[in-house]
């Protein structure tokens, strides 16, 4: 995927972010916290760290800088 174009493609209402994965996780990292509760938080937030290594090595990093 195209991170340009998934850009556009949000901008132009073509995509809802909050039908997309790693918003999804964002949101749950951030009811963690609301929650108070660092270790759920920090669990997450190493998960989401993870996913978006792994898209950014699927996509080529080369292609992003």
Known sequence: DDPAQFCQDVYDGKVN????????ELGKIFEAIKEKDP???????????????????????????
């Not at 972010?17 to 999804?24: H, K, R």
């Not at 993870?50 to 080529?60: C, D, F, R, V």
């Open 17 to 24: 972010i909050a039908d997309v994965e790693e918003f999804q």
């Open 39 to 65: 270790d759920k938080a920090e669990a997450l937030a190493k998960e989401h760290v993870k996913h978006t290594i792994e898209s950014i090595q699927a996509y080529g990093l080369e292609k992003i800088l």
